[in-house]
């Protein structure tokens, strides 16, 4: 037992931080990943960029550091990108092969794994608060479609008219992937789903993923964006996720809940390891990344990209992808305030000082 317990401690080669350490509040943004060529990003386009995904980083951080609620913080910070034409979710989703715009969204709050989502919407401005409704307001998980919109119409939402969605660019992409024959993957550089994690002061954390999907998707496709465990997961014993990607490996290898489970695993590991008295004292704090990394490295193994945004009880904000950039940011009440695009733009950690 020592020796198993000595090997999966030095394996994994960390510890959480100590609570008067860690940070009262911490977020976590994304708004997609994908191939992105940094010659190709002028620098008016970075910064359009930058300034709204630290207006969401703004909008969630400053719900948290007065105190308020994970699950509102994440609403807040993805409506704004939802509200953005330069993201693929809500105003700026790409376009189905029929030239509609189909939304999908879902929700989770960590206190007792209370879940939403929504797919195929065409009618709603804002589906991460229609993925809301569900899961507060019924006694379902997820709905589609024409049910979907009778029930945001039943609970007080205003049907959004389609030309509120199009934007010239996400046109120009159905035509292109049209005419020239091409897949999804050669029109969309990056996977513009929206999605936000968050711990409050309380201890609670919650998650949110949004979504157009694909450029010219078909018979109803539905990506990991809305389903519970692989584009979204929250447990407060573990920690809260969210995706952005290929959304059909995302499914399969159930990214989301597999990051959650394993961290959960690790920390029942580490309880037992400090009552055998088997858990080197001076670890790294690496286990969030190291396992966000490796579930991320399985994705690529079966030849999906894309990455993911995760936050734990310990405060930490992690980013993971296997792609050449993920839109992101976060912010954290031991003083983190960031936003990159690119690989390697970021603060080396956002886990709490020692």
Known sequence: MKKLLALVALALMTQPAH?????????????????????????????????????????????????????????????????????????GAVFTWDGTN???????????????????????????????????????VMLMGAGAEAFAVEKGFAAT??????????????????AEKLSALHVDHKFGTVGAVALDQSGNMAAGTSTGGMTGKRWGRVGDAPLIGAGTYAD????????????????????AHEICARLRAFEEFKTIAEAEEELPVEL?????????????????????????????????????FNTTGMYRGRATSAGVNEVAIFGGEEKASATPDH
Not at 113 to 122: D, E, M, P, T, Y
């Open 161 to 178: 008219p389609p030309e509120y969605f199009a934007t010239p660019a996400r046109r120009e992409a159905l035509e292109r992937l049209k």
């Open 236 to 255: 407060n014993r573990a920690c809260a996720v969210s995706a952005t990607g290929w959304g059909e490996y995302f499914i399969r290898v159930g990214v």
């Open 102 to 140: 189909e939304l999908d969204a879902s929700i989770m709050d960590g206190r007792d794994r209370s879940a939403g989502a929504i797919a195929g919407v065409k009618t709603v401005k804002n589906p991460i608060l229609l993925a809301d409704t569900v899961r507060t307001q019924s006694e379902h």
């Open 19 to 91: 609570a008067e350490d860690a940070p009262k509040w911490s977020l976590a943004i994304h708004g997609g990943a994908g191939t992105l060529d940094p010659a190709q990003m002028t620098p008016e386009k970075r910064a359009a960029y930058e300034a709204d995904l630290q207006r969401a980083l703004d909008a969630g951080s400053k719900i948290l550091a007065e105190g308020g609620a994970a699950m509102d913080a994440i609403k807040a910070a993805i409506i704004i990108m939802e509200d953005s034409p330069l993201f693929n979710a809500g105003k």
């Open 284 to 320: 790294t704090n690496g286990a969030p990344q190291r396992i966000a990394d490796d579930v991320m490295a399985d994705v690529a193994k079966l030849g999906g990209d894309g990455g993911v945004i995760l936050v734990t009880p310990e405060g930490h904000a992690v980013f993971s």
